[in-house]
């Protein structure tokens, strides 16, 4: 037998992320979860693809202790940050 809980429980979903750049959204996939063992079955997901751009400013920089921070899109990346020698490495899934 299934013993379950339900609880009423508050939380922060994140439902968009825009672009610092061009001002588009980021959001890739959106879907219902579709699995009864999950508390939260029949709650929204959402699946993002951007790079986090950040910078601490130190002293001396004229921009002393700001923390300056901005979410990219892919097609940003690779359109107007392709002078950027990013150090790539890929993922391994096993």
Known sequence: MKN???HNR???VIVDITCDCCGNSCK???GIVDNEE???HGEKYYDFEYMTLSANWGYHSG???ETWDAQI???CIDEKFSFIK???TKTRFI
């Open 28 to 30: 890739v996939t959106e």
């Open 4 to 6: 379950k809980e339900y």
């Open 63 to 65: 921009k002393d202790l």
């Open 10 to 12: 508050q939380t922060e």
């Open 73 to 75: 899109c892919e097609k």
């Open 38 to 40: 999950r508390d939260d």
């Open 86 to 88: 990013f150090n790539k």
